[in-house]
């Protein structure tokens, strides 16, 4: 079969509905077409949540709703050819969709680790597909000794929803000496780290898993060293690696961090009908410009509103010249958020710095009920104030405060804007206005300028 379509989007996740509603609410008169070679995705985000928090799996689906409701045509099936010269692409099912303009969305696939035994039954990658996670779940449900592997957000996140299910021991295992060392500083991933282990979770830092072990299915895992511990399954957290096959075998080029390479506004660089967007597409550091492997649907999603409205002009024009690897995550009501460089990243990239902390707590007066503490890190630049980072630690609250961290950073402010900072402040929702920390610490950070 042969089918035209003015807009192609590969790919069914964040990144590509994204692009997909976004380029119909740009060029209504546009016929969009999303290809996904899978039926039932999931909200990536709240994967870990499957296993104990929501009460039945199915919750955490990916529907069709905003494809539907904005008229955009669904198929599923597998995109394993671009000819970019005659604008098709072929599919698994042997269809040819013929296109104007081409959107990859084709994400990522978690990262196959070299450990011996990895391929044994109850060894689990997170696949982002409904039938496979539920599988997941149900199994990981009979087990009485659970392996996360990777101390990153997601490892993290998965030990501590793990930890939630009776019964279950939960080991976290990170070659690093720390978790949360790539985005977060000591005061912080310390953080993470006690409240982890205050839920019974065990953490094994600076360990390296070198062998699972067991007939077909895993009974053991033996760490570097030889010490060896029995386990019912492992969990993979340690990442994904973009999915660039489809590109690569179309000659399309290849960045440094292994993401397609794009442009500021998504295209690749040898074909101006050519779109990459999220997990996919290579990213490059807001600040040093170098290629980084950021994958969130957060930036995904951003790239997607950026792609979809440029598809057949430059509308929207972008201002945001990179990536500045913003998220924030839970543990056991402990939120930690983190925006661009940290101390530690600043000052291997050569940056000379100026930090800024404050310590405070989330409503006024902190004697009401349900207050909790919090504490803000920003780090600047020395000699021209401009923000270049923060962290955040706060209860559920105050969530939010990364997010003006991350407007902050992206709209390059000095401390001096951030210390004169005009916010709305209630004494049940915020901190006090006299006590505000993204502002005092932004003021710590100016005395600190002229010492
Ligand atoms: C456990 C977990 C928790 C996470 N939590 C967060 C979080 O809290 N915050 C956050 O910002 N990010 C989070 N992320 C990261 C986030 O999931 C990704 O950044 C996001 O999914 C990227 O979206 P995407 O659309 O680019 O790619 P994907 O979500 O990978 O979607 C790509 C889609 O394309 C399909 N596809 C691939 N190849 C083809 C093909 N040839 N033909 C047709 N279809 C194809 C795939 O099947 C898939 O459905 C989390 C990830 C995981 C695994």
Redesign the pocket.
């Known amino acids: 079969m042969e089918k035209r379509t003015d807009v192609l989007v590969?790919?069914?996740?964040?990144?590509?509905v994204v692009s997909a509603v976004t380029a119909k609410k740009y060029y209504p008169e546009k016929d969009v077409l999303v290809?996904?070679?899978?039926e039932n995705?999931v909200i990536?985000?709240g994967?870990?949540y499957m296993f104990a928090s929501l009460k039945n799996p199915e919750d955490n689906k990916f529907g069709n709703a905003s494809l539907e409701k904005n008229g955009i045509d669904i198929v599923i099936?597998?995109?394993?050819k671009i000819n970019k010269e005659e604008k098709f692409v072929k599919t698994a099912k042997n269809d040819k969709y013929f296109y104007k303009k081409l959107i990859l969305?084709?994400?990522?696939t978690p990262i196959n680790l070299p450990i011996k035994g990895i391929d044994k039954k109850r060894v689990y990658p997170?696949y982002?597909e409904l039938g496979y996670l539920k599988s997941v779940v149900d199994d990981i449900k009979k087990c009485k000794k659970v392996l996360v592997i990777g101390g990153g957000f997601?490892g993290v996140?998965f030990a501590d929803e793990l930890s939630k299910i009776e019964g279950l021991s939960v080991t976290l295992v990170e070659t690093l000496p720390h978790l949360l060392a790539n985005s977060f500083d000591p005061e912080f991933f310390l953080m993470a780290e006690e409240r982890l282990k205050e839920k019974g979770v065990e953490i094994l830092t600076s360990t390296q898993v070198e062998e699972i072990v067991g007939d077909e299915i895993v009974e053991k895992v033996r760490f570097r060293g030889g010490e060896e511990r029995d386990i019912d399954a492992v969990i993979l957290g340690v990442g994904?690696k973009p999915?660039i096959e489809?590109a690569v075998d179309a000659g399309l080029e290849v960045g440094r961090a292994k993401g397609i390479l794009v442009d500021e506004y998504g295209r690749v660089s040898l074909d101006p009908d050519i779109f990459a967007?999220?997990?996919?597409s290579c990213k490059k550091d807001f600040y040093t410009r170098k290629a980084i492997p950021v994958?969130?649907?957060?930036?995904?999603t951003a790239e997607a509103r950026i792609a979809g409205a440029n598809l057949y002009q430059i509308k929207v024009v972008r201002e945001n010249k990179g990536t500045i690897a913003i998220?924030s995550t839970y543990i056991d009501g402990l939120v930690l958020g983190s925006a661009g460089l940290t101390e530690n990243t600043a000052l291997k990239e050569g940056f000379e710095i100026i930090i800024g902390t404050e310590d405070g707590v989330d409503k006024h007066p902190g004697t009401l009920p349900g207050t909790s503490q919090g504490k803000v890190k920003l780090i600047f630049s020395k000699q021209s104030g401009i923000i270049l980072g923060g962290q955040v630690s706060c209860g559920m609250s105050c969530a939010q405060a990364i997010n003006i961290i991350g407007v902050a950073i992206q709209k390059r402010m000095s401390a001096t804007e951030l210390e004169t900072l005009q916010i709305a402040t209630h004494p049940y929702l915020t901190s006090a206005p006299t006590m505000y920390p993204i502002i005092l610490a932004a003021q710590n950070a100016c005395s600190n300028m002229r010492v």
């Open positions: 590969i790919g069914g996740g964040p990144a590509g290809m996904k070679d899978i995705g990536p985000c994967i870990p099936d597998k995109a394993i969305a084709v994400g990522s997170i982002k997601i996140e994904s999915n489809l967007i999220g997990d996919c994958m969130l649907a957060s930036t995904a998220y």
